[in-house]
């Protein structure tokens, strides 16, 4: 969080918003897995990574959807964590995650748009609504909450019938797939990798883009097995 927002925060409830993150993704995943707990009385390892992907990829797009509602502010904001980052030596995103969020604001579209304004020290892409990869997130944001919830109720109490999970699972997963890839294709394709140091493209570039691509690529597996077998077997049902 900002410093002129810190002194705002400091007498009210708040929460570092990289908890707040962590505690929603927690809570919608050991939803999912506590269900088929509850319906089935079993654990599966596959089933419970989906599931935790699937949270993931619903906090995410919430992100995404901010991403579009305040490109303005976005933009604006890129110049303030170039100014921080450069007078601190902290990483953005750290010092944005680190932030506390007031409990009022916790779900303001302004406050997790920053997260975008912070990131773009990394890929400025995300303070240019021209590139890709800022019309690619705002694209997934829109787009995938709908499938995602579908799978998640799907594959916790099979109430579709399994190729049609397995339609809508392949469809899905081979976009986050492809969808990823070629945005590391334009990232690199840019040169954008000379702007930051090799850590950080490690962390911020590969690490945190990876999920969509492996687990990805785990639910493609998943979702033609739906397809392929008729049942829901290839997740312990």
């Not at 240019?128 to 998640?152: E, H, K, S, W």
């Amino acid at each position: 969080m900002p410093q002129h927002r810190a002194d705002q925060v400091h007498s009210e409830a708040a929460i570092p918003a990289g908890l707040f993150t962590v505690l929603v993704i927690a809570i919608l995943a050991s939803a999912g897995v506590f269900a088929r707990y509850w319906a089935r009385g079993d654990f599966d390892v596959v089933h419970a990574l989906l599931i935790l992907f699937f949270s993931i990829n619903l906090a995410i797009c919430y992100w995404e959807v901010c991403l579009f509602l305040r490109r303005d502010y976005i933009e604006l904001r890129a110049d303030y964590w170039r100014a921080r980052q450069s007078e601190t030596g902290r990483s953005a995103a750290v010092e944005f995650l680190a932030g506390r969020v007031p409990l009022r604001r916790i779900v303001s579209s302004t406050v997790w748009a920053d997260v975008w304004a912070a990131y773009s020290q990394y890929d400025g892409s995300y303070a240019d609504r021209r590139t890709y990869g800022y019309n690619v997130d705002i694209a997934n944001g829109f787009v995938t909450p709908v499938p995602t919830l579908i799978l998640y109720a799907a594959i916790t109490f099979d109430f579709l019938p399994a190729a049609v999970a397995g339609i809508v699972g392949t469809m899905m997963f081979w976009q986050l797939t492809y969808a990823t890839s070629v945005y590391w294709v334009s990232f690199f394709g840019a040169n954008r990798q000379a702007r930051i140091g090799r850590r950080d493209m490690y962390i911020y570039i590969w690490a945190l883009n990876c999920p969509w691509v492996l687990f990805a690529l785990l639910g493609l597996y998943v979702s033609i097995r739906l397809i392929v077998d008729g049942d829901y077997g290839v997740l312990g049902y």
